[in-house]
């Protein structure tokens, strides 16, 4: 009795662990995102092509007056921080990609997004691979974890900071962002195409979470090229003072 009670619980065994490793590999790998990405057309605002929030966003009374300075500032004048080299950060560095194609590398531990424009790069990690909170350094794109709900794909970003600067979509550093991307299927021209619904919740700067869409459209054979900004920079610095001091450009 004693042997076939041993043999049960044996039995037993194998079959859980048969059934564990048959749930696995009978479950779906997530879609692969990998790719060069660009606008796939329709209504944009700000030039942000192909974004557009579900509804106006509704600015809180400190917020207005923030930008009511930062715009006194600026207006006029073409001074943002692109002109400095300074990137968009999220979530514009993601809403207002497109125009500048995008480019994404999937891993099972971690994905990059590379923004040509400025040369902004995102990483989303998942599970074990992310951060402590403590350990986790602000900045203009936040940090970034990803989770896969089915075939959507869910980052939350945090740990953004306090960004007035960003068009259309200024924001504290205590906002967050959730993005859901999913893809859908192809266009006329046969490109796969990727969607996203944005969120970000702020409550200094926003009475009611910001929620805005974007499509892009798969690139075949894609490529990012670089983006010199401190060259540019620099070219047009010595332009000037050639064209202050009467001299050719050497």
């Known amino acids: 009795m004693g042997h076939f009670r041993k043999f049960a619980r044996s039995a037993a065994g194998v079959a859980a662990a048969l059934y564990c490793v048959a749930a696995i590999a009978a479950a779906p790998s997530p879609p692969d995102f ?53 990137g968009t950060g999220m979530p514009g560095s993601m809403l207002g990609s497109g125009g500048y194609p995008m480019e994404i590398l999937q891993r099972p531990e971690q994905m990059i997004i590379v923004y040509e424009a400025h040369s902004e790069i995102r990483r989303v990690y998942f599970g074990d691979r992310n951060a402590p909170q403590a350990d986790r350094v ?22 953004l900071v306090d960004q007035v600067d960003q068009r259309n979509t200024s924001h504290s550093d205590q906002a967050t962002i959730v993005e859901r991307y999913k893809l859908a299927g192809t266009d006329a021209q046969g490109r796969r195409l990727l969607t996203v619904e944005m969120t970000m919740t702020d409550p200094v700067f926003y009475t009611k979470p910001v929620v805005m869409r974007k499509t892009w459209a798969q690139v075949p054979n894609g490529r990012v090229l670089p983006y010199e900004c401190p060259e540019e920079m620099w070219l047009d610095r010595i332009a000037e003072m050639s064209k202050k001091a009467g001299v050719p450009v050497p």
């Open 138 to 159: 602000p900045g203009r794109n936040g940090y970034s974890s990803g989770r896969w709900e089915g075939d959507t794909l869910v980052i939350e970003t945090d740990n």
């Open 34 to 86: 990998t790719g060069v990405w660009t606008n796939a057309g329709g209504p944009g605002i700000g030039g942000a092509t192909n974004t557009a929030p579900t509804e106006p966003p509704q600015l809180t009374p400190l917020a207005r007056e923030r930008l009511a300075a930062y715009r006194k500032l600026t207006d006029g004048t073409d001074d943002s921080p692109g002109k400095w080299c300074v």
